[in-house]
């Protein structure tokens, strides 16, 4: 069963797990190639400026398919080399994807975001909460370590400290607490959320397409790089906006007082 439902609305995609009887487990065989082709698709649509992923039903995602795991099914059975080309091939598959995606991702988080799900909100670039979610990367509690990156990318958004405390006692929190901590930016009634979302995601899709597309790249380089690197990075990097026609847009826009109309020329 397909987990992605993609929907475009103008500049805008919405990507919806959907698989809301199994609170949209992740990482069945099969999972890494559809995230990987969707969003390839989004990459190579210069259209796409802005993305939306939220869950279908009453979860964004409990992770992994816990069932799966106790009867070995679903890539989870064999021997431990089979076990790691499982991860590599597919479940590493679905986070590379989006950590690779070009446009800037907001995910919606809907209700419960556990384990690998908890992960990949936390890869999106922004994250608004319904005050009915949580998140939780439970890992420890089932006797598995976090086996898609989260030791990496928990603590760059909460910092070592709160990081170590959710990953080392495997506590859910829940909405209010996880934006005290900067794990979402804002929280929402569970009714106004993709309106919020979709709301944010308008106003980044008003921005010139490739320049937008160039920020997210920087930052996310940023993460590793030094500083004199990120300096070389936006010196090679600038003159081109200089000579496109967005940024000639932008400048007599804010001459004239009127708003900028980007076409990505």
Known sequence: MAILRIEKRGHVAILTLDRPDTLNALGAEGDGAEFAAACEALNDDIEVR???LTGAGRAFSAGGNVKAM??????????????RNFYRTNVHRIARAIHGLDVPLIAAVNGPAIGLGCD????????IASDEARFGVTFLKIGLVPGDGGTWILPRIVGPSRAAE???????????????????????????LLDSAFELAERIARMPPHALRLTK???RQGQTLGYDAALDLAASTQPLMHLGDDHMEGINALLERREPRFTGD
């Open 166 to 192: 959710l990953l080392y006692t495997g506590d859910i929190i829940d909405a209010r607490t996880a934006c005290e901590w900067g794990l979402v930016s804002r929280v929402v009634g569970q009714d106004a």
């Open 50 to 52: 802005c993305a939306i």
């Open 70 to 83: 106790r009867d070995r099914t679903e890539g989870f059975g064999g021997s431990a080399v089979d076990l």
């Open 217 to 219: 790249r920087m930052m």
């Open 120 to 127: 990949v909100a936390c890869l999106c670039d922004m994250r």
